[in-house]
């Protein structure tokens, strides 16, 4: 074999074993030789924070990747990482309702003007399951008793404490599948941030993660591969990939949400949550696409993704 190729080979295995739940939306999502979504576009996982110097050149050299979409809360992860010295962060302005309706409007309009280094790299950092996800769902499901013990915790500096009890009393009965549904009804103003990203072609190719590249990533992907007119069932499957994704660090996730008070369901990923999911978004909305007209991402928002994913809507 040639040498040459085993170099190549395993340089391309160290930024590799360093990612979790790493896959190529648009390979993920091609069955039957049918192509939705364009290879070598968008690229999700789990988080790039234990990239090395010399991985990220090799992430970036492979992939050519020039917008990172980061949907993790400020409580997640570390600063001046080496992904962070090569994509600085670029802030997302709010958007404005007029602008959603307006089919003229581009989105650069709504980016800051914040200066970029030569090569061209951002980030953007659009926390998912923020404040609106706080206020709307969990504070709203609190008894009082449990608000007060929280508002303790919150109040002496023990947020690990106050983490736990969401965990163990809102989030763990709750349930996965019913976290995703009140994803999409809370985190609406989140998810056009989001979403918005993706109209841009000069932002191509992306890579969009959470900590494990499943929930908040998950729904993210899902929403885009229904713009794209990927079938439910494929859709599923692609979710349930994330299951042998993270196979390798299972033990160590099922440890770790336990500290913040979850089950081992919310380490999963069984074909049956996204199911579940769809279903619900067609039974309360008409589907994907309805969906994201009634939170403002209307057609004209939805035709500029396709116009940049989708292998028919760029030979039209």
Not at 152 to 179: C, D, R, Y
Request: proline share 5%; hydrophobic share 35%.
């Amino acid at each position: 074999m040639n040498p040459t190729s085993n170099a190549v080979q395993n340089e391309e295995g160290a930024y590799i074993e360093a990612l979790i739940n790493f896959r190529d939306v648009g390979i993920s999502t091609k069955v039957d030789g049918q192509q939705y979504v364009k290879d070598g576009l968008i690229f999700r996982s789990g988080t790039l924070d234990q990239l090395s110097n010399d991985q990220v050149e090799q992430f970036i050299k492979a992939h050519n990747i020039k917008t990172i979409l980061d949907l993790r809360t400020s409580l997640e992860g570390k600063d001046n990482l080496p992904i962070d010295k090569n994509f600085p962060t670029t802030a997302i302005e709010n958007i404005k309702a007029i602008d959603l309706i307006t089919a003229d409007v581009t989105p650069e309009r709504h980016e800051s003007n914040q200066p970029e280094t030569d090569h061209g790299r951002k980030k953007y950092r659009v926390n998912f399951a923020g404040r609106s996800f706080e206020r709307n769902v969990v504070w709203n499901m609190c008894t009082l008793w449990l608000k007060l013990r929280l508002i303790f915790w919150i109040l002496v500096g023990n947020k690990v404490h106050a983490t736990l009890l969401v965990g163990s009393e809102i989030l763990t009965p709750m349930g996965l599948p019913t976290m995703y549904k009140q994803f999409l009804k809370a985190c609406k103003n989140e998810i056009l941030d989001a979403l918005r990203i993706f109209t841009d072609p000069t932002n191509y190719p992306i890579h969009v993660h959470c900590t494990q590249g499943k929930d908040r990533t998950g729904m993210v992907c899902m929403l885009l591969q229904g713009i794209a007119g990927v079938p439910e069932d494929v859709i599923v499957a692609d979710y349930a990939r994330t299951q042998e994704g993270l196979a390798p660090v299972l033990p160590q996730m099922i440890k770790e949400m336990a500290k913040s008070g979850l089950s081992e369901e919310f380490a999963t990923a069984r074909p049956e949550y996204m199911r579940e999911v769809l279903t619900y978004l067609k039974s309360e909305y008409g589907g994907i696409l309805p969906y994201l007209n009634s939170i403002g991402f209307g057609p004209s928002w939805q035709d500029r993704i396709r116009k940049n994913i989708c292998p028919e809507a760029a030979s039209n």
